[in-house]
């Protein structure tokens, strides 16, 4: 599949997009002036003000229909945009309009809300996660209106921009389901992820999910003296270390039953393209501060990450930790651990065989209770998907790379609310965003790189009239 807008159309694209760079810039920078910190109580009308300021502006690139969307905590903005042609496909692009906390500001070469270009670079926070993802969709549908004489999309278009992604999501499954008739899609289009490198154009074809266990293990009601009882009585933290270190097997394999059951396995075809991003161990090792990979057995680092599923020990305590020695056998000994999935797995399966795994540990005298918090569904793209093909060829035309061939492929180790969309929207999820890994997204001087910006303008130009063709019913 190649762009449908031909060569001439590409270039009046280009030509649209260049011409609307500084205007971009300026529309970009006039949101990102307001500071829309989801997570600071003190922000909340800043947030109120950056989910108006951007109603405001869908409504003057032309969507017939915006509208507020109240959570319980901050709102969503909703817009939609229905193609003349009602044969069309449904396409529902995401991003949200909250950003992170600052940080410590003496870290900032520049003041986090007052975005400046240096060079081909805008700062700001917010600039690349993600407002500027949101913002060059406007230009793009800008620049298709340009290059074809369309006055409505190709496709069916949807918007849903939340306030609250920086903090967790805690109300947006909810809103989908609330909403769940106006958001009915043939595909869900995320912006808010990036390109493994400036010069490796690539897509996401998946997400990771989670799963959060706390474990309690109790033993004597109270500190006993480890002469007069220890060695007769079982220890609640040497057993918590032996269900800790019972968790992998030698080759790294979770040892809970039925954990790799539904594992979708990594095709050849993917283990190809994950092969060809160029991946340097030193530079991995050096941002991992570590001197040594590890994990599975038979994986590549990046395989692991995005591919298989793990099982990590986030802390643990227990017993006396003060200076000195104290020789007692402790009441307790607890750990946090997570597991993040792949898809076919099941968060509900994975906690019931994580909790007989606990049950089991404790040998009598000995109580082990685990609890969840919040646990996230894997999702996935294959690679065969339609919608996915057009992503990658939109991202070539964007870019000016040969073929859709071109364009790499990725899987995400994290976890994000993009699995809700595919969940509670029964959609397939596809990734469109020009975020670079040295944005500094989350940290001190966020920047985005402004040709990444237009291009990704140009290939949201490009990806409609692509998913109209690839989804149109045959
Ligand atoms: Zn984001």
């Known amino acids: ?35 829309s910190v989801s997570s600071d109580a003190e922000r909340t009308d800043d947030v109120r003000a950056s989910a108006d300021w951007l109603h405001a502006v869908l409504r003057e690139t032309g969507f017939p229909v915006v509208e507020t969307w109240e959570t319980p905590g901050h709102p969503a903005i909703f817009a939609s945009w ?3 042609d009602p044969d069309a496909p449904t396409v529902l692009v995401y991003g949200h309009h909250d950003v992170q906390p600052t940080g410590d500001g003496t870290l900032w070469e520049a ?12 700062k700001a926070r917010g600039s690349a996660d993600d407002k500027g993802q949101i913002m060059f969709h406007l230009t793009g549908l800008g620049a298709l209106f340009d290059a074809t004489g369309l006055t409505a999309p190709p496709v069916h278009l949807l918007m849903l921009v939340e306030g609250e992604e920086e903090m967790g999501s805690p109300n947006f499954r909810a809103l989908l389901e609330e909403h769940r008739a106006e958001l009915a899609c043939d595909v869900v289009v995320v912006s808010d992820t990036g390109v493994y490198g400036r010069d490796v ?55 809970l039953d039925g954990f790799y059951d539904r594992v979708v396995p990594i095709g050849d075809e993917e283990r190809t393209l994950l092969a060809a991003l160029p991946y340097d161990e030193s530079v991995f090792l050096e941002q991992a501060s570590s001197t040594a990979t590890g994990g599975e057995a ?21 017993g006396f930790i003060g200076d000195g020695q104290k020789t007692v056998v402790p009441t307790d000994a607890h750990a946090k651990i997570s597991f993040r999935l792949v898809a076919d797995q099941d968060p509900a399966e994975v906690e019931d065989a994580f909790r007989s795994y606990v ?11 685990v609890s969840f918090s919040g646990n996230v569904r894997p999702c996935l793209t294959p690679l065969g998907d339609p919608a996915l093909g057009a992503v990658r060829a939109a991202l070539a035309a964007g870019f000016g790379l040969g073929s859709a061939d071109d364009v790499l492929i990725t899987r995400e ?13 029964e959609a397939p999820v596809v990734f469109l965003g020009v975020g670079l890994p040295d944005d500094r997204i989350h940290a001190p001087n966020e920047r985005v790189v402004i040709p990444m910006l237009l291009a990704g303008a140009r290939a949201a130009a490009h990806l409609w009239p692509l998913l109209a063709t690839a989804l149109r019913p045959s």
């Open 413 to 425: 180790g994290g976890s994000g609310p993009e699995a809700d969309l595919a969940d509670v929207l």
């Open 82 to 84: 229905p193609s003349n």
């Open 201 to 255: 154009i690539s897509t996401c074809t998946g997400m990771r999910g989670l799963v959060y266990a706390h474990v309690d293990v109790t033993g004597p009601t109270s500190e006993l003296h480890s002469g007069l009882f220890g060695g007769a009585v079982p220890n609640p933290a040497a057993v918590l270390a032996s269900l800790v270190a019972g968790l992998h097997d030698a080759d790294g394999r979770v040892t």
């Open 298 to 318: 038979g994986y590549t680092t990046l395989e692991r990450i995005g591919a298989r599923p793990t099982a990590e020990v986030n802390g643990l305590w227990g």
């Open 359 to 369: 049950e089991a540990a404790a040998p009598p005298g000995i109580t082990a209770a």
């Open 111 to 122: 003041e986090p809300f007052e975005p400046t270009v240096v060079g081909d670079e805008l």
């Open 1 to 35: 599949m190649t762009s449908v807008l031909g060569p001439d159309g590409a270039a009046a694209v280009s030509a649209y997009v260049d011409a609307h760079a500084d205007d971009l810039i300026e529309k970009l920078s006039a949101w990102l002036r307001i500071p």
